[in-house]
Each structure stands twice: as C-alpha cells, then as structure tokens.
C-alpha cells in the first residue's frame, strides 16, 4: 500500500469494522485489501477510501464481476462527485431495468456498468461525471445499436459545421431524403451527446435496402453522422434486433397476457434484477471460497489486532520464570528443542531410545562440543548419529565407555577394573616377547640388583 505501519494497522481496524457492519462475507480483508490497491492504482496515489466506496468496489468485482479496473473507475468518479457508490449502483441498476420494462429490450447490468466505466474524459464530463446519468445516455444511445464513444464521434462530427453541412446536403442529392440536422448540431454545442445521437440516427432509419448497398451512398451518409460506412451497418443490425423485440413485447402488453410477458422477460434475459438478487448469485465453490478467505481473514484480524502479540510476550515472560524457578537455562530448552526438530518418533524406538533420553544426550553434548562431535545432520537424522551421541554423553559425563570388546569402570578408591581378554598395544606386548626371549635364552637381566629372569630361567628350565 505504501503506507506506514500504523497507517497500515489503521486500514486493518476499518477492514475489519466494514465486515463487521456489512455482514457480508465479500467484504474479508484479501478482498478489502485487492480493492484498496485497484482504488490507489486508479487515483494515482495511496489514499484511505471510503468505506461505502470499499464495499461498492467488492460488490462490482466479486459480485457483478467487473474487472478492478472498471470497478475503480466507477468507485473513484463517485466519490469524486460524492455519490453514494452502493446507492448509485442500485439507481443504476434501477434504470436498466425501467428501460427493459419500458422497451422490452436492454442491457445486463454488467453490461451497462462496464460500458459507464469505459466513459471516460470528454465523454463522461458530457454528463457532468454523473454516473446515473452516464448510464442513461448508455442506454438511450443503444436504442440505436453504438456506444458513446460512437456517439461522442457524431457530436463532434456536426460541431464541424462546415463539413457537415456539406456531408449532410450531398447525402440529400444521392438518397433524395430530406435531412435535417440543425436540432442535432445544437444538443451537440451544449453537450448532449446523446441527444444529438438520437436526432442523427433517428433520420437514417429510413433508409431502403438498395440505398444501404451502395457504397458511394453509405459513404456520404457516414460522412454526414460521423460514423464509418461499417458502424452503420453494423448499428442498423442491432436496432432491427431491438425492433423486433420492442414490437413483441408491445403486442404481448396489448394482449394482457402476464404469463407471457414474464416468459418473454425471462426469455429474452429482461428480468427485473436486485441489488439483493445480484448479492446471492454466486457458485458453490465461490461460496465456499469466500467463506474461507473469511475466515482466514477473521483470525487475522484477531491476530493483527494486538491479542496476539500481547500473549506471545506474555509466554516469554513465564517462560523464563520457569527457567529462572527450577535452575534450567534457556539454553537447555533451545538445544532441545532444535534437536526434538530433526528426528522422527520412529527413529527415537528404532534406536532404542526415549524423548526425554535423546533431548538429555543433546543438551549435555551440546554444552561440551556442539552437537555431540559429528554433524547436527548426521546425529539427529540417523541411528548410527545416536549411537555416538551415546558415547559422547558417556566420555562428557566420564562414567563408563564401552569400546566394542572390553568395559572400564571408575571404583571408588580409584581401582581400574577391566574385563574382556583385549590388548592395551602392539608396543606393549612387543616389548614382553623381547624379554621373554632374552630371558630363555640364558640372558640375565638385572632389575635394582635382582635378577628379573631368574625365576622366569627355572620355570622355563622345569618346563
């Protein structure tokens, strides 16, 4: 957001009091946040959106499905103009369906909010930046199959006074139609666009088949409204489609039949719509989706909303009471808990070992020489890792080492006792074969003024 911390934290309070009031899950904070950042995107800074601009955005998005850049420019001309942006959204799908009702054909109301947001500049300050009325001059001007970018074309067109004169006299002498344009050019002067387009138009409805297959006069003719020879076959298509279902629904009024009228309605996709209607209309999975991002984004809330934090601090305090009450360092609990980290349940029974045995051998090795004299990996990850953190605690705590073939025990006057039939060294017994050799050989050996072989000499000589 590019916002401060606090800022950011403010933001977070009104998020979570817009779901509060709203009630409705659409408005979680990932949504509120997503449509935050289309608002500052579109205004061209950071700044605090309303929170009626805010729900607006996410009822256009998620529920009526505009892209957040349409949804944004609507959401920052309203409040611009100091629409209410939920309520202005409800007028406008209240025009459309007065239209539908009135004509027996219009727009979806997506249709018509993604066409209100595509005015832009010129076009919409022709409307006074007014999105009820931008929405109005959207419906009006399709009664004859453009847009109002078209329709800003033909104003613009006629206020060329010179040109279009000309156009418009030459398209009298090739159809033999009588035009008049002087009411169009002055609604075009005072910026009624749509207007404008409503008189232009309204005169080229007569024009014959043979007439529409000619080049030269279709050209004229669009010289004339300011729109190209294929926007006018094109417009002349969808107000016949738009002819044949006024004429429908009009002779379906006349006969009363309301059965009808709402098949015919329904059919033809005319059906009133609701704000309240649009609000359900969601899939399964897009229900269940939301809920979750809810329910991620509640707990969120209460976590970022200072509970949270207050408790950890709060663990750590006792947390050190403890260690400080019963004599055990902090570090104790970070060696062990480093450790516990590394190694499965089924390698603390493969190894024969307990939890409380292994976080033992990692503590005291750790206050010695790091983790037991072998990699962390090695030790923590494998059997063989374990049993030299066995041994390790055993030379640390200096109480019994049980190499592969003998035991040393420590008595208590000090007595060393061994067991197992091991060599102390090769040196040693080297040194022993030399003076037993000497010895048999007849050799004397003087040892502080006895001689060491004498009875070695006679149990050899017996022997």
Not at 237 to 247: K, T
Not at 255 to 278: P, T, V, Y
Request: avoid cysteine; aromatic fraction near 6%; charge should be negative.
């Amino acid at each position: 957001m590019g916002s401060s911390v606090g800022q950011a934290d403010q933001l977070r309070e009104q998020f979570a009091e817009i779901r509060r009031d709203t009630g409705l899950t659409r408005n979680n904070t990932a949504a509120l946040v997503a449509a935050q950042q289309a608002l500052n995107d579109e205004f061209g800074a950071t700044f605090r959106a309303s929170t009626d601009i805010l729900n607006n955005q996410t009822f256009l998005t998620s529920r009526v499905k505009l892209s957040a850049k349409e949804a944004s420019t609507l959401s920052v001309r309203m409040g611009a103009t100091q629409e209410n942006a939920y309520l202005t959204s409800e007028n406008i799908l209240n025009i459309g369906n007065n239209f539908k009702a009135a004509n027996g054909f219009g727009m979806s109301f997506k249709g018509i909010m993604k066409a209100v947001a595509g005015a832009t500049g010129q076009v919409a300050a022709s409307f006074g930046f007014s999105n009820e009325a931008i929405a109005k001059g959207v419906l009006q001007v399709r009664r004859f199959g453009i847009n109002l970018q078209q329709a800003s074309n033909i104003a613009s067109n006629l206020l060329d006074f010179e040109q279009s004169i000309g156009s418009e006299l030459q398209a009298e002498l090739l159809t033999g139609q009588q035009f008049n344009l002087e009411r169009a050019r002055a609604k075009a002067a005072t910026g009624d666009i749509a207007g404008a387009t409503a008189d232009v138009l309204s005169q080229m409805q007569n024009l014959t088949a043979e007439q529409r297959r000619s080049p030269i006069i279709m050209e004229a003719i669009a010289k004339a409204t300011g729109l190209s020879a294929d926007e006018l076959q094109r417009a002349y298509l969808i107000q016949g489609n738009n002819n044949v279902a006024a004429d429908e629904y009009y002779r379906l009024l006349k006969e009363g039949s309301q059965d009808e009228i709402k098949a015919f309605m329904i059919r033809s996709n005319l059906s009133a719509q609701a704000m309240q209607d649009i609000e359900k209309r969601k899939t399964a999975e897009e229900n269940f989706n939301e809920a979750m991002d809810d329910l991620k984004s509640t707990f969120t809330d209460f976590v970022d909303g200072g509970f949270l934090t207050e408790l950890s601090e709060a663990m750590k305090s006792l947390a050190t009471w403890v260690n400080n009450s019963f004599g055990e360092s902090s570090d104790r609990s970070k060696a062990v808990g480093e450790r516990a980290m590394n190694i499965s349940d089924e390698q603390y029974e493969a190894a024969g070992l307990s939890f409380d045995e292994f976080n033992e051998i990692a503590y005291k090795a750790s206050l010695n020489k790091g983790p037991l004299g072998v990699t962390s990996d090695y030790a923590f990850a494998t059997n063989e890792g374990i049993d030299e953190a066995r041994k390790e605690l055993r030379r640390i705590e200096n109480t019994e080492i049980t190499p592969d073939d003998f035991t040393i025990r420590q008595n208590p006057k000090d007595t060393l006792v061994m067991a197992g039939g091991t060599q102390f060294g090769k040196e040693t017994n080297t040194l022993l074969e030399k003076l037993i050799t000497a010895v048999e050989g007849g050799k004397v050996i003087n040892l502080e003024g006895r001689k060491v072989g004498e009875t070695l000499v006679m149990s050899s000589y017996k022997s």
